[in-house]
């Protein structure tokens, strides 16, 4: 086995970005596999039986499941500069629930209506539930402070964005017209930062390749 930390990881996948982001700004070196969903690597069923990534093996066997908890342990050795303490606060824990609860739920039901059959509300009405449902809070809280850590950033940015950034692509027309100006200017500046750049490398699609640090 390695004897680096091992990342099964989808490069589009918006849990897997904010993964990466995390071990990339906490300064872990890692290896990482990149995965087809299509045709998940046994290695990874064995460790996941429930098959999503991102996952993290730790050179111990310890398996981490779940991106929430892979920042977490990214971050855990050192947070010189607070990325994880600054996530902890009651109005970014709110964010990242909002995130990954009806947001990405009417994210997906929007994105994807052909996989959510029998839904009483529209796709538009989906889209407009998760304007509500995250995109006008983190406009409320982006108003007062260029990111969610305060003056810099800190892991709830990078757990949100990616989500946000696949929200304005189904549609970037429509993105544009929306009210929505510090969210932009937030996303616009993320889009060019060298942590997104650095998690967005491209792997080789077969085995485990040593993921370039930041
Ligand atoms: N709660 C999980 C969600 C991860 C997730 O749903 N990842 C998607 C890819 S973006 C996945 O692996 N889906 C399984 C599949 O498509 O087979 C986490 O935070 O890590």
């Known amino acids: 086995m390695s004897q680096l930390p091992l990342l099964y990881t989808f490069r589009r996948c918006p849990y897997a970005m904010r993964a990466r982001m995390a071990l990339l700004q906490a300064?872990?070196?890692?290896?990482?596999?990149?995965?087809?969903?299509?045709?998940k690597p046994a290695s990874l069923?064995?460790?996941?039986?429930?098959?999503?990534?991102?996952?993290?093996?730790?050179?111990?066997?310890?398996?981490?499941?779940?991106?929430?908890?892979?920042?977490?342990?990214?971050?855990?050795?050192?947070?010189?500069?607070?990325?994880w303490a600054r996530a902890q606060s009651p109005d970014n824990l709110d964010l990242l629930q909002r995130n990954d609860g009806d947001f990405k739920r009417h994210l997906d039901r929007w994105k994807y209506?052909?996989?959510?059959?029998?839904?009483?509300?529209?796709?538009?009405?989906?889209?407009?539930?998760?304007?509500?449902?995250?995109l006008r809070p983190l406009e409320a809280r982006l108003s007062?402070?260029?990111?969610?850590?305060?003056?810099?950033?800190c892991a709830t940015d990078v757990a949100v964005m990616p989500f946000v950034r696949q929200f304005a692509a189904?549609?970037?027309?429509?993105?544009?017209?929306?009210?929505?100006?510090?969210?932009?200017?937030?996303?616009?500046?993320?889009?060019?930062?060298p942590l997104f750049a650095a998690c967005m490398h491209k792997l080789p699609a077969e085995g485990a390749n040593r993921f370039p640090p930041l």
Do not use: N
């Not at 189904?170 to 993320?190: E, I, K």
């Open 144 to 153: 007062s402070a260029p990111c969610l850590g305060g003056a810099t950033p």
């Open 170 to 193: 189904v549609d970037p027309g429509w993105f544009a017209t929306l009210d929505l100006p510090s969210v932009r200017s937030w996303l616009d500046g993320w889009l060019v930062d």
């Open 45 to 83: 069923l064995v460790l996941s039986p429930k098959a999503t990534v991102p996952v993290l093996q730790l050179p111990d066997g310890h398996v981490i499941e779940e991106s929430w908890d892979i920042m977490r342990w990214a971050f855990a050795e050192s947070d010189a500069q607070g990325w």
């Open 27 to 39: 300064g872990r070196a890692f290896d990482a596999v990149e995965v087809s969903l299509r045709d």
């Open 113 to 134: 209506p052909q996989r959510y059959a029998g839904e009483t509300l529209t796709p538009d009405g989906h889209r407009d539930k998760a304007v509500d449902a995250l």
